[in-house]
Every structure is written in structure tokens, then in C-alpha cells.
């Protein structure tokens, strides 16, 4: 009788427990954090082999900003890391100043560097909500958005727009702060590290998170410097390799700040050290405000930066000046250069190349989320397919930014 | 940084161990850069990265231009970090683009770059996938060594037509893999892709 039956169903005799399954997740999969598909071999619930597919938000980004002069480039290159957008807009103007050779007055330097922790502290914040909500700590979420609406409001209060403020300028910024702001400001920066204090308290003891994450997602130090791995993946790992202290640029070298490192690299240590910069950019914040030269915002260079407003109705030199920048915009002589900050996921790094024109012959953006995508596959191997989710959020890759 | 003599210096050491790999260098808005021949790129890389000294063993960012109306019109570039002497360096790769050839590619192709003195994208071939049947410059895929080039390498394929021999799985990575074009090209235009909305065609077409 048995032998009827296997007969019948020959592939059932055989043991399926190795049985390879290809699953597809995403590219619409809340846990992918945008538009990435992953295509994974699994065995049972282990991961053994995954190909993350991209470029299902490529809007051609780097393409546009050849046809736009230099000073509309800005807003588009802010739409790329939709939750970094200082960052991209400091790594383009950096670079068009380095290429014209501009220098930026005190005031802005430490504007800038105000505005590029506060949006650190709320890039950290977004991942911070998101992460924990996939490793199931949904009140974690209102908690991290809280605090993110608070920097949101000061960026409204600076520069009258919550996301994607265009506030940095070749030159400086546009705008000097308004009055309040530093009072607010300050608020907000001393109350942070009380409210990562809590979010510690409401992680760091927590048995689930701690199950899920210590101990996973390890990638050795040598191989993540291979893969061209920076930021707090790397730092995790134990390099304390950081632009901000590596390289001269903006207020960094004048302020007073710790890099946090990881022991073993794993996801816990993952965490740990973007929540103890996110102390430290407050810190920063902080200084910035105490240290905030007085002074213009913005370079008194009329051949690359807009007139004074009240000037237009007075001063004829200025109206012609105002309309040859906002028609044509400047001519940029032929030159290339790469600039390189660090961004909240590692080495952001813009190469604008100028042909003599009055727009750019080519904007590349050296995005970390496209680099450090690469060691993705790494960190999932081998592990639960619950472990390449806690992975893949600890790796924090913003969509925007890989596809450009 | 090497200043421009530190970089001169550099020049002069590499010409020792491989004579004629640098063509030229440049020290514009203080970034030091080696122009070299794009047949001993791997050479130069390797020698940037392994020499007791230099060690110039991060590879941050590959990316390539296309600078048109000059010629050789495309380059590879290569920023190289030492990260212990926390300094930068850019490798220069100019390719010359292989003109459109009427027929069979391959063999006769590189017998006229080469009897006109041209280096770099001489063998030329046809690309893999995407190409519209279009011959394409070479440089050999520095992928052993740096492995971050990975991803890199195949976003220069994909936007410039620039074919990597060695690369482990050179396709399209931003670009649907069907697509025809190498859309960063200067010589594409911006807009090249027609914008079709479903609505507008089904009601006034």
C-alpha cells in the first residue's frame, strides 16, 4: 500500500527541508524603507543568497542638472536624500565654491554647520522610528517623530519651508536666522539628549530588540573598508573614520565633539552609535549657537551672489547684477572638483565639473546608500530572513539617494 | 593632500616602476590628480594602493565624465583616499570614444585607433546589452582590487557606455535592462526620452 502512494507522488518522497525557494520582496515592502526589491534564495528561513534590484525612483537627477545654470541646481540636487537634503545641498555648493573659488564669511560657515546636525539629528531621527518599527516597537515611532517635528519647525522658522528648503546658497545662505530662533533652537538642543536618554530606556533593556539585533548583521571591519562602506556602519564596526575630523571644512575643526564607536560591529552597535551622535550633534548644535560669529551670511561677491533686495530700487549696478544672475546665472570657468562631507550614512561626495558655461557639464553624486548597499548582501547571508530586515534597517539606505 | 611637488614626487616614483603609465598631471583648485594611461590603470591603482609609503588603499568614489568636444572625450575617475596620512588623490582614466563604424567591429577597428597613435578604448567592441549595436570604449574593470567598484563600474556602464573587461556582472543597474542609450552622454539630450501619459493619449489621440 505505501508503495502505491510514493509511486503516485514521486517528488514527495524526496526531503524538501533543503529546498531552495526564491522570494521576492518589494519593491513595494514597508520593511525595504522605499522602492527597493530584494530577490532572495531562501532555505527553510535562511537567507543563502540575495540581489538587491534599484532604480525604481531614478528620476534622472544628475541628467536635469546639465540643463539648469548653477544657482537652480540647488533645489534639485535636495530631492535626491529626500531626509538629508542640507547635506546634498552643502556638498553641491561646496563644491561650486571650491570651483570658484569663493569663500563663505564666518557667520555662514556656522549656519551651515547648525543646520547640517540638525538635520543629522533628524535623519537619525526618521531611521531610529522606522527601525524600531520593524523590529516591532511601534511607540518608538510617535516618540522619534515628535522630536523630528520640533527640527521641522525650525527649519520652517529659518528658512520657511519644512523639507527641501533651498536655504543654502553659493556664497552662504539666503537668509539670516529670525529673531527667536536661537532661543528655540537652544531649547531644543538641550532638551535632546534627555529624549535619546529615554529612547535608550525604552531599547536598550527591551528583550525583543536586544534578541534581534545583537549579534546580527556582523561584517568584519576589513571587508566593510573593501566594500567602500563609511559613516556609522563603519564606525560600529570600530574605525573611528569621520570627515568631519578627517578634513578642514565648515565650522568643524573649531567645535568640540566625540566620534561614538562600536566594539563587534553588529546591528546593537549599529544602534548604539547613531543614537550617541545624535547626543553629540546636539552638542555641536549647541556650540554653534554660542560660538555664531557676527557678521554678513552671505559672500559680498556681486558676479555670484544676489544683491541686497532694498538695493534693486536704488542702485542701478545691483538691478543689472540681479538680472544677469537670475537670467543667465554665472559662468563657471572649465574645472572639476570633488567635495566630500560627512553625511548622516557616510561619505557624501559631489563632482561638478564646469565646461566655461553658465551651467554645469556634469553633477555626480557620490551617494553612501548606493556604496553601502553593497555590503547588504553580506550582512544578510546566512542569517533569518527576521535578521535581513533588522539588517537592512540598521543599514538605513534611503531609495532616493541610490537611484538618484 | 600631496601638495605639487609631493605630487610631482609620486609621478616620479610610479614612472620608476611602470614607465609611461602617467601621461600628465594636474594640480587644479588645490585637488592633486594623476592622468594616466587607461591600458595601465590596474598598475597605477594597484601600485597607489599597495606601495609601502603611499597606501592609498580607499577607493571613495568612482565616477566618469564626459567632456565632448575635447578629445579623448570620456574619463574614469578614481578618488582615492590614505587614510592614514587622511589624504586625497584623483586617478584620471581619459578614454578616446570609438567612432561609429560602419559594419564589423573588433579587429579592424583597433588596427585604425592604433595606426593613428590613440590610446585607451582602441579594441573596441560590441557592449553587452543596450547598445544599439554601437562599438564601445574599454578599461579593465578595477573591481579585484577595490570591491566597491563594484556597483560603480556597472553605474558608469549603465550611463555612459563604458565597457569594464573583468567586471564580474557589468548590466544596467539604474536603467531598465532593456533600455538603448547611455543617457549621461553630453551628446544625449536632455528630454531624449519621449513623455507619454496614458490619459492624454487615450482621450486625445
Keep these: 500500500m505505501t508503495e502505491a502512494v510514493s509511486t503516485d507522488h514521486p517528488g514527495l518522497s524526496e526531503d524538501r527541508s533543503k529546498e531552495v525557494m526564491t522570494v521576492n520582496v518589494g519593491p513595494h515592502h514597508p520593511a525595504t524603507h522605499g522602492v527597493l526589491r530584494l530577490v532572495v534564495d531562501l532555505e527553510g528561513e535562511v537567507v543563502r543568497e540575495l540581489r538587491p534590484v534599484i532604480g525604481y525612483v531614478h528620476t534622472g537627477i544628475e541628467k536635469s542638472c546639465e540643463d539648469k545654470s548653477y544657482w537652480k541646481v540647488i533645489p534639485f540636487v535636495e530631492r535626491m536624500d529626500y531626509v538629508s537634503y542640507f547635506f546634498q545641498m552643502e556638498a553641491y555648493c561646496g563644491a561650486v565654491e571650491r570651483l570658484i573659488d569663493l569663500e563663505i564669511p564666518p557667520r555662514a560657515r556656522y549656519l551651515r554647520t547648525l543646520f547640517l546636525e540638525l538635520n543629522r539629528i533628524h535623519s537619525h531621527l526618521v531611521w531610529l522610528g522606522t527601525t524600531a518599527l520593524d523590529l516591532g516597537a511601534i511607540s518608538m515611532l510617535w516618540y522619534c517623530f515628535r522630536e523630528r517635528d520640533k527640527i521641522l519647525d525650525l527649519f520652517e522658522m529659518a528658512t520657511g519651508q519644512r523639507m527641501h528648503t533651498r536655504y543654502f546658497q553659493v556664497g552662504g545662505v539666503i537668509e539670516d536666522i529670525p529673531l527667536g530662533f536661537e532661543a528655540k533652537c537652544r531649547a531644543f538642543a538641550e532638551e535632546m539628549p534627555i529624549r535619546v536618554g529615554q529612547y535608550q530606556d525604552l531599547l536598550d533593556r527591551n528583550e525583543v530588540f536586544l534578541s534581534r539585533t545583537k549579534g546580527t548583521g556582523v561584517v568584519p571591519r576589513e571587508r566593510l573598508l573593501e566594500l567602500g562602506v563609511t559613516g556609522p556602519l563603519l564606525r560600529a564596526a570600530g574605525d573611528p573614520w569621520d570627515l568631519r575630523k578627517a578634513f578642514d571644512y565648515l565650522a568643524y575643526p573649531e567645535l568640540e565633539f566625540k566620534i561614538p564607536v562600536g566594539t563587534v560591529g553588529d546591528n546593537y552597535d549599529r544602534y548604539r552609535v547613531r543614537v550617541a551622535e545624535m547626543v553629540e550633534s546636539s552638542k555641536i548644535v549647541l556650540q554653534c549657537l554660542d560660538a555664531l560669529p557676527e557678521g554678513p551670511f552671505i559672500a559680498d561677491d556681486r558676479k555670484y551672489v544676489l544683491p541686497p533686495r532694498s538695493e534693486l530700487s536704488t542702485s542701478m549696478e545691483s538691478l543689472i547684477h540681479h538680472f544677469k544672475l537670475v537670467t543667465e546665472g554665472y559662468r563657471v570657468a572649465p574645472g572639476e572638483v570633488y567635495y566630500a562631507i560627512e553625511g548622516p550614512r557616510g561619505e557624501l561626495g559631489c563632482f561638478v565639473l564646469a565646461d566655461g558655461s553658465a551651467k554645469p557639464a556634469r553633477v555626480h553624486f557620490r551617494d553612501p546608500s548606493f556604496v553601502n548597499l553593497q555590503a547588504f548582501r553580506e550582512m544578510a547571508i546566512g542569517s533569518y530572513v527576521a535578521d535581513m530586515i533588522a539588517s537592512l534597517g540598521m543599514l538605513d539606505p534611503i531609495l532616493g539617494g541610490v537611484d538618484r | ?205
Design chain 2, 1 to 205: 593632500m600631496p601638495d605639487a611637488p609631493g605630487l610631482e614626487l609620486i609621478r616620479g616614483e610610479i614612472d620608476r616602476d611602470s614607465p609611461g603609465a602617467v601621461l600628465a598631471t594636474s594640480f587644479d583648485r588645490a585637488q592633486p590628480a594623476l592622468i594616466v594611461d587607461p591600458e595601465s590603470v590596474l598598475d597605477v591603482l594597484r601600485w597607489l594602493s599597495e606601495q609601502p609609503g603611499h597606501r592609498f588603499d580607499f577607493l571613495s568614489s568612482l565616477h566618469a565624465a564626459d567632456y565632448l568636444p575635447a578629445q579623448p572625450r570620456f574619463a574614469i575617475h578614481y578618488e582615492l583616499i590614505n587614510r592614514d596620512r587622511v589624504e586625497r588623490i584623483r586617478v584620471k582614466a581619459m578614454l578616446h570614444d570609438v567612432p561609429p563604424a560602419g559594419g564589423t567591429v573588433g579587429g579592424t577597428m583597433s588596427e585604425e585607433a592604433s595606426a593613428t597613435g590613440r590610446h585607451g578604448g582602441s579594441p573596441a567592441v560590441t557592449g553587452p546589452a543596450g547598445d544599439g549595436g554601437q562599438s564601445l570604449p574599454e578599461i579593465d574593470s578595477c573591481v579585484e582590487l577595490f570591491p566597491t567598484a563594484e556597483a560603480q563600474e556597472r553605474e558608469v556602464f549603465d550611463f555612459f557606455g563604458i565597457v569594464f573587461r573583468g567586471h564580474p556582472n557589468l548590466t544596467r543597474i539604474l536603467m531598465p535592462d532593456d533600455y538603448v542609450g547611455w543617457p549621461q552622454r553630453r551628446d544625449f539630450p536632455v528630454g531624449g526620452e519621449p513623455v507619454t501619459f496614458t490619459y492624454s493619449e487615450q482621450r486625445f489621440d
